[in-house]
């Protein structure tokens, strides 16, 4: 079992910047991976950016490339997204989730509660 909760959601004018936390738990922690998922009202989940389950770099997805950064804490079992240059199309309830290392993150294995945020104009 692993267990996630995420903060750090909130409003942000466009432009602005804001992290979002996702503090990580449970016995077997050390067999998974962790990353960021988003979903806007009327659209499906979608991933946002997530460390890669076997070479450990990083995925991000275009519509967030080069303003979203996804980095960790390992000694805190803290994944964090820096959120800058937002858009309002960013507005989105914002999950963190786990999968086990090897696997592909198509399906993963646990999810946060989400911490919802808000861009506006």
């Known amino acids: 079992q692993v267990q996630l909760v995420e903060s750090g959601g909130g409003l942000v004018q466009a432009g602005g910047s804001l992290r979002l936390s996702c503090a990580a738990s449970g016995r077997t922690l050390s067999s998974y991976v962790l990353g960021w998922f988003r979903q806007a009202p009327g659209k499906e989940r979608e991933i946002v950016a997530v460390?890669?389950?076997?070479?450990?770099?990083?995925y991000y997805s275009d519509s967030v490339k080069g303003r979203f950064t996804i980095s960790r804490d390992n000694a805190k079992n803290t994944v964090y997204l820096q959120m800058d240059s937002t858009k309002p199309e960013d507005t989105a309830v914002y999950y963190c989730?786990?999968?086990?290392?090897?696997?592909?993150?198509?399906?993963?294995?646990?999810w946060g509660q989400g911490t919802q945020v808000t861009v506006s104009s």
């Open positions: 989730a786990a999968v086990r290392l090897g696997t592909r993150w198509l399906s993963p294995d646990y």
């Open positions: 460390f890669r389950t076997s070479a450990g770099n990083t």
